[in-house]
């Protein structure tokens, strides 16, 4: 619950002054193995990555791994997540980075987002289950209006592949082994918690 309650003051601070900073994109590719690949695509406002790397404490202001060294020092704690690939650029207002990552199993994509991944199977039916994001209520209504009037253009975009064809998912829309789902970030703080089923 702290975790959730420091996000969110992030992302408040940020919006006394950021205008559209940040949109994530994140592909999952699931093997039957129980290892995998994750690859990131950020678009993030220049002042908010400035912000970041001028933090006098050193920790970091956005709740997320930027820089090259941060991806690197996740891969050194944890084992079981490899680094494939890094790139950044930018332009006058953006900056752009795009990653991919291997992971052995799901326990490592866990430590990696900082939220639970769970899989569980019964037969021939697996079942995954992220949460994203668990509150106890949604944010007061104070707080979601600002998050409306200054995140409306920025969202989550996913897309994730399974072994097999998806039966059931709680969010998004279904195409035979690949899910995809965008959602805005001010909806995910209003609701009450964001955790996503999928069974395939």
């Known amino acids: 619950m702290k975790t959730k309650s420091l996000q969110l003051t992030i992302l408040l601070l940020l919006s006394l002054f950021l205008s559209s900073c940040l949109t994530i994109t994140s592909g ?20 908010a990555v400035g912000i970041q790397k001028d933090s006098i404490s050193g920790g970091n202001l956005i709740p997320l791994p930027l820089s090259r060294n941060d991806f690197d020092e996740i891969a050194a704690v944890n084992p079981g997540i490899t680094l494939r690939s890094y790139s950044e650029s930018e332009d006058s207002d953006s900056v752009y980075i795009s990653t991919e990552l291997d992971y052995e199993n799901l326990s490592d994509l866990s430590d990696f987002f900082g939220f639970p991944v769970e899989v569980t199977t019964q037969g021939n039916i697996s079942t995954l289950t992220l949460k994203i994001y668990e509150a106890d209520t949604p944010v007061s209504s104070e707080t979601q209006s600002i998050l409306d009037s200054v995140f409306s253009d920025d969202s989550l975009q996913f897309e994730f592949t399974f072994p097999r064809n998806i039966r059931n998912s709680s969010y998004g829309s279904v195409n035979g082994r690949t899910v995809t789902y965008e959602i805005s970030l001010p909806e995910v703080y209003r609701q009450s918690g964001f955790v996503w089923i999928l069974e395939w």
Do not use: A, I, P
């Open 28 to 47: 999952l590719n699931h093997e039957s193995s129980g290892s995998g690949s994750l690859s990131l695509d950020y678009q993030l406002n220049k002042k």
